[in-house]
């Protein structure tokens, strides 16, 4: 994997650690990864099943609409976290899993940059139903947001894995776990049928990366074994217990 500087200086929206074959069925976990949590891997086995055979990609958002931009240095922390993870959890599949940098802040741009690089691929993004709900949000577009779903649902598919309500106590639009299923805003009923919505297992619903950079504890019961090791040994967060 070449390193966020080595990216940065390439000028590409997208970079790949390894070659994906042309025409391959390719599910996208897009995120920031600080850190990589079991509700990442809970994801990503969920593309797995869903779409057997698949390629997983893991791709690590370089920007993000929402968050302060990381520096070279967390970017390269997380880049060897999501490879911490990828051992940990997808061992037996590694073959086709894939770790990704994108420049790209908007999922429609994320899109577009992939289907650049993979125009026969069938693209799938794999998200948190928070995740859908914001992308579905007028404020990032500087043009009709029904304009920009169209263009990214022509390029792709979404599986969604519901939250608990307690990680979206900031969106109450989203509303509880038991409504969220039913995708019910307006701005995505004519894409109904490129929406797939998984509804999370208890063992997941609370999992958060916020929730994870609290202490050790919850650094150790949120994230992979070889997430946790990486990020106690290196002090990645700075936790003192």
Do not use: W
Not at 134 to 145: E, F, I, M, N, T
Not at 167 to 195: H, L, W, Y
Request: charged share 20%; proline share 4%; hydrophobic share 40%.
């Amino acid at each position: 994997m070449i390193s966020v500087e080595e990216f940065h200086e390439s000028g590409a929206a997208v970079h790949f650690n390894e070659p994906i074959a042309a025409g391959s069925t390719v599910c996208v976990l897009d995120s920031s990864f600080n850190p990589p949590t079991y509700a990442h891997v809970k994801l990503g086995k969920l593309c797995q099943q869903q779409y057997p055979g698949c390629v997983l990609i893991f791709s690590l958002a370089i920007g993000n609409v929402d968050k302060p931009t990381a520096s070279d240095k967390e970017l390269n922390e997380r880049v060897s976290m999501i490879e911490a993870m990828i051992l940990s959890e997808f061992s037996t599949l590694k073959d086709n899993v894939r770790l990704a940098l994108t420049t790209e802040v908007q999922f429609v741009k994320k899109a577009l940059a992939l289907h650049t690089v993979l125009p026969t691929a069938q693209l799938v993004f794999a998200m948190g139903y928070d995740t859908l709900v914001r992308l579905g949000y007028q404020k990032y577009y500087d043009r009709p947001v029904s304009e920009v779903l169209s263009t990214f649902f022509d390029l792709c598919q979404v599986l969604v894995l519901t939250r608990a309500s307690d990680s979206i106590t900031k969106m109450p639009e989203v509303g509880d776990i038991n409504s969220q299923a039913n995708i019910c805003g307006s701005v995505f009923d004519e894409f109904s049928n490129r929406i797939c919505v998984k509804v999370s297992s208890a063992d997941t619903q609370s999992v958060s990366s916020s929730r994870a950079r609290t202490s050790k504890e919850n650094l150790k019961k949120l994230t992979p074994k070889f997430v946790s090791e990486y990020a106690i040994t290196n002090n990645v967060y700075n936790l003192d217990s």
